[in-house]
């Protein structure tokens, strides 16, 4: 049996303990997340399961807060960086800190793009590229907020209108993304976005997980697969140059569970562009097809996310320039590599690649994605 297989087979042993006895967790006040801006109102929202599960969720970018899982000692551990107040996110430089960006995730070459034979201009915001939506995207909004149950589950269902123009992107576009907390254990994202006018889409969840709940321990033990055989290399700028590239007998390939430290300062170029893994592997499925395409698990803590996912892509990115000059919750400091982002999406700069799935949303038809991040115990 191989190494993934036991991997997985350990996974589900151990995806519940039954009747544990749970440490009790730090819930954050909603009242430390509410606030105005641009008029328009802040909170924070609790989901919780039976199992004690719980996710808090802000509707200021639609971001993830905390994120409670027990581990192998029956100790709940928070997953996700973040801040205890609005206050601390809007005075915080680290602006990708667990929201939802878009309106296209990732990288545009110099933020230009072609459809219909128009060419248009979005803002730059990464040297001479567009990121994550722009100066303003996504991850900087007020979303309409409404608690709802799907399926009997707690959800939070989040919705924004982004006007024609907003950052360069035509059309005016309707977002909506639920959170739903399942009682297996699962944080579940499904997105849907409707168009008046021909545009381009790819927003994803840009959360900073550590599985062992605390800076103290960086990321570089965690254990990771991914189910890709390749990658799209970038240049220096960190752009795809539209090339798919095999994984086999590069730093790159997790087809084997193998830790994130063991290759992550080979002198390859790649790790060099990036400072790092900062890429997007071509997932190894059906195209829109919902599966497992990664997991990942911290030997400190024992606890294991499994990220399910109907996207052709998948950023990995490894902590490389966070500056630990950021205190989050419970005091703990945003050092370097001590976080990872498991980015579920269509391929970085899309539109400038007629080899990569199309980005291009038309009036008339609905975009959507569903991506699940699972936790298990590993003992």
Not at 180 to 201: C, G, P, Q, R, V
Not at 249 to 256: E, H, K, V
């Amino acid at each position: 049996m191989n190494r993934y297989k036991i991997f997985l087979l350990t996974f589900l042993i151990h995806f519940v303990s039954q009747g544990q006895k749970f440490s009790t967790i730090k819930e954050i006040s909603s009242s430390n997340f509410q606030t105005k801006i641009n008029g328009k109102s802040t909170n924070l929202f609790t989901l919780k399961n039976k199992k004690g599960m719980t996710a808090q969720i802000t509707n200021y970018g639609a971001r993830v807060v905390s994120l409670w899982v027990p581990d192998r000692n029956g100790n709940f551990q928070d997953v996700v960086w973040g801040f205890e107040t609005i206050a601390e996110y809007l005075a915080s430089s680290d602006i990708y800190c667990g929201p939802i960006v878009g309106r296209f995730g990732n990288r545009i070459d110099k933020g230009k793009f072609k459809l219909n034979g128009t060419q248009y201009q979005l803002t730059i915001n990464n040297n001479e590229n567009h990121l994550h939506g722009g100066t303003d995207g996504f991850y900087s909004k007020v979303w309409d907020a409404k608690s709802v149950k799907i399926d009997g589950n707690e959800a939070l269902e989040l919705s924004y209108f982004s006007k024609d123009g907003e950052e360069g992107y035509p059309g005016n576009l309707t977002i909506k993304v639920t959170y739903i907390l399942t009682e297996d254990n699962s944080l579940k994202l499904i997105y849907s976005a409707t168009t008046d006018k021909t545009t381009i889409i790819n927003p994803t969840s840009h959360c900073y997980f550590n599985l062992s709940g605390t800076s103290k321990n960086t990321i570089l033990k965690h254990v990771l697969f991914i189910n890709s055989e390749k990658f799209t290399p970038t240049n220096e700028g960190l752009i795809p140059t539209g090339e798919l590239r095999n994984l086999k007998n590069t730093p790159l390939d997790f087809n084997i569970p193998t830790a994130i430290g063991d290759r992550i300062d080979s002198k390859y170029e790649q790790l060099l562009f990036g400072k790092g893994y900062d890429h997007n592997f071509i997932i190894n499925k059906p195209m829109g097809s919902f599966e497992k395409i990664a997991s990942i698990y911290s030997p400190e803590s024992g606890v294991l996310m499994a990220v399910n996912s109907d996207q052709p892509g998948l950023q990995f990115y490894s902590g490389n320039f966070m500056k630990g000059n950021l205190k989050g919750k419970q005091g703990d400091d945003h050092n370097y590599r001590t976080g990872f982002a498991l980015e579920t999406q269509n391929f970085p700069d899309a539109p400038n690649h007629p080899n990569f799935p199309s980005a291009v949303l038309k009036p008339k038809q609905t975009y959507t994605q569903t991506t699940s991040y699972s936790f298990g115990i590993v003992k």
